[in-house]
Every structure is written in structure tokens, then in C-alpha cells.
């Protein structure tokens, strides 16, 4: 079955450091890879998509390129702020047709502490 | 900005006592997927439907979760009875349903329950 595999948290950072947060998947065919975010006490925000191998999603700083040889979809941000504080999910869905498109299968998720 | 709107947003109740949560997707919006969320891990889907109709309930615990979509709008999710292993956040979702890789899944801000 599909399953999404994020780097252990917590991460906690100074502000304006580099961000990267490990994400892998596995799935068969070329699912579509997604980045959500979760503030606290609020739902989950989508920050950011790519649905083909060597697509590059971005949005608000953040980054990630869909890597089909690696399995990959890693985050990075370059200079991170203490308002990015929130837990990132990592997550993809199937392309293909049937029952199952459009299910979300999500990475166990990554605690990102920034302090000022 | 149309949002997906749920209620109750916290629900503390006995075991053995019947829940209900409700959601309202974004206007035009023909997937709907209820996910359930526990504390520390990413949302693993409950069921999903398409209109009125269940698409994936696979991973619905039917001998005391019941889910419907009754006029293909609104939905209602309920647990009776609870169980303690049942405390989570219940986030509901919704999107246009047009079976697109660029579909995207909007959260409402979940229901928070606490069984003791």
C-alpha cells in the first residue's frame, strides 16, 4: 500500500536558519506529493503541491521538488520565521483512477519550533 | 474566502455515550472525506464520499461509526458507542471532485473529542 515516511521531530530552529524536513514515500505510479501545514488549534493548510516527477512546489518561501528516483519530496525554506512554527505534514495521493484517488495518506508529521 | 465549516469544536463525553459532528464543505464541492486524527500522528481517512454516495469506507469502524451525506451537501458523522480510543480530532475536508491531480483538499478546523 502507499505510505509517506517524515524525518523524526522535533526540529527547533533560530530564526532565519535553513529548513529542511525529510519526507519519502512509497506508492505505486506517480502519485501526486503534497506539503501541509497544521498551526495550532487550527485545521490542516495546504502549503504546497507538485504532481509530476521533477515538479518544484512552492509557496510563502517554502520549497520542494518531486523526486521519482528517490522517492522524495523533501521541504526546505530558506530563512525561516518564528511565525513558520506549526506541524508540517507531508502527503500524497494516487493519480490513478478508482476508489482510491484523491485519498490523502499523511507522513506522521514534524514538530518545527522557531525561536527568535 | 469559503471555508469548510465543522461544529462542534470540542466534544467531551462518557464512554458508552453516543457523538455527532457536523460538517459543511465549501459550495459546489463534491468530495467530502471525514479523517481522523490522533494525537502525534498525520490523519488516516475514515471515509470519503462523492456526493451522497460512499466511495472508500474502508477504514470505517462500522460496527460503531456511522457516516451519510444525506443530500449530498452537508454531512454527519457519528460514533455510538464511544470508546476511550476513540479521543482524536475529527477533521473533515472537502473538494471540487473533478478527479484532477490539481484537486485539492480543504480542512476545516476539526473537532477535537475527548472520551473519558
Known amino acids: 500500500g502507499n505510505s509517506v515516511t517524515q524525518m523524526e521531530g522535533p526540529v527547533t530552529l533560530s530564526e532565519e536558519a535553513f529548513l529542511t524536513i525529510n519526507c519519502t514515500y512509497t506508492?505505486?505510479?506517480?502519485?501526486?506529493l503534497f506539503w501541509y501545514v497544521q498551526y495550532p488549534g487550527e485545521g490542516l493548510q495546504l502549503l504546497l503541491k507538485?504532481?509530476?516527477?521533477?515538479d518544484k512546489g512552492s509557496n510563502k518561501g517554502f520549497e520542494a521538488t518531486y523526486r521519482k528516483e528517490t522517492t522524495s519530496f523533501h521541504l526546505e525554506k530558506g530563512s525561516v520565521q518564528v511565525s513558520d512554527s506549526a506541524v508540517y505534514f507531508c502527503a500524497l495521493t494516487p493519480n490513478a483512477g478508482g476508489t482510491s484517488y484523491g485519498k490523502l495518506t499523511f507522513g506522521q508529521g514534524t514538530i518545527l519550533t522557531v525561536h527568535p | 474566502e469559503a471555508e469548510v465549516a465543522q461544529s462542534p469544536r470540542y466534544k467531551i463525553t462518557e464512554k458508552s455515550q453516543a457523538v455527532a459532528f457536523w460538517c459543511d464543505p465549501i459550495?459546489?464541492?463534491?468530495?467530502l472525506y471525514w479523517y481522523r486524527q490522533i494525537l502525534g500522528q498525520g490523519p488516516e481517512l475514515l471515509v470519503q464520499f462523492q456526493d451522497e454516495s460512499v466511495v472508500d469506507d474502508s477504514q470505517l469502524p462500522k460496527d460503531r461509526f456511522s457516516a451519510e451525506r444525506l443530500k449530498g451537501v452537508d454531512s454527519t458523522l457519528k460514533i455510538q458507542p464511544a470508546e476511550l480510543g476513540d479521543s482524536a480530532m475529527y477533521l473533515c475536508?472537502?473538494?471540487?471532485?473533478?478527479?484532477?491531480?490539481?484537486?485539492?483538499?480543504?480542512f476545516g478546523p476539526g473537532t477535537r473529542l475527548t472520551v473519558l
Open positions: 506508492a505505486t505510479g506517480y502519485p501526486s
Open positions: 459550495s459546489g464541492h463534491a468530495t
Open positions: 507538485a504532481t509530476k516527477a521533477d
Open positions: 475536508a472537502s473538494s471540487l471532485g473533478l478527479g484532477l491531480s490539481t484537486d485539492t483538499q480543504y
